[in-house]
């Protein structure tokens, strides 16, 4: 793979990773684990702005809209992430995934 391409599955997996098309383990699993960004935390604003100027240059808009779309739900005006966490006494859960959510608050369940 070059150099090019391997930056490229990086970008594209932390944006399915992000967006939630696919999980940690299914990208993991994969022989193309490759990442933009630390998956074990969430991204952080340069970050994001780094993939939507890439997906601009190669007129991937629809992933620029979704990445944007990210950014309005989960960043304040000043670029901080809102944490928008779980505050039920006893979360209730439903299902299990890679990010964990309340059954109750639907807010996230964090370690």
Known sequence: M?????I?????NSFNLITERNSFEEIVESDLS???HNPNTDPSIEVINFMI???KSYEMFENCVE???YLGENYDDNGVF??????CQLPLIT???EKMYCGT???RLKK
């Open 34 to 36: 490759l990442f933009a």
């Open 95 to 97: 299902e299990y995934s």
């Open 67 to 69: 990445l944007m779309q």
């Open 53 to 55: 100027d890439y997906f």
């Open 8 to 12: 490229h599955v990086g970008i594209v």
């Open 105 to 107: 608050c639907n807010q």
């Open 2 to 6: 070059t150099q090019e391409q391997t």
């Open 82 to 87: 809102i944490h928008k966490e779980c505050e």
